[in-house]
């Protein structure tokens, strides 16, 4: 199955690529897919919602993500939700979670999977 997040939009600014060669990646990742948008039914990792997840050597984890709206009603809770869902994980130290807008995120993030599971495929 291919994690790779998809390319940010043209023209906007650049997200740092994640640390997906860390061991920590994957757990992190499928951590990541057990939380869901409760208005949509699909994790959002596959939502793409991640942006980057950064792992350093002392296994400090930092996510920048996005919501599918500015006016998401969840948007003041969904970062503690990401938060929580990584923090017990065997071998991180730390978690931090930021939202960004830039760029904003769009149908054409979504993993086929999602797009699958939502019927656009």
Request: hydrophobic share 40%; aromatic share 6%; charged share 20%.
């Amino acid at each position: 199955m291919d994690t790779t997040p998809q390319a940010p939009i043209e023209g906007a600014p650049l997200i740092k690529p994640s640390t997906n060669d860390h061991a920590l990646y994957d757990t992190i990742v499928e951590a990541c897919r057990t939380v869901y948008d409760p208005e949509i039914p699909v994790n959002i990792f596959d939502l793409g919602l991640i942006y980057t997840i950064e792992i350093n050597d002392e296994s400090d984890v930092s996510i920048i993500m996005s919501l599918t709206a500015p006016g998401c009603p969840v948007a003041g809770e969904m970062p503690g939700w990401v938060a929580e869902a990584i923090e017990p994980l065997p071998g991180v130290k730390s978690v931090a979670v930021e939202l960004t807008w830039e760029p904003p995120w769009g149908m054409e993030m979504m993993s086929d999977e999602a797009r699958l599971e939502l019927g656009f495929m």
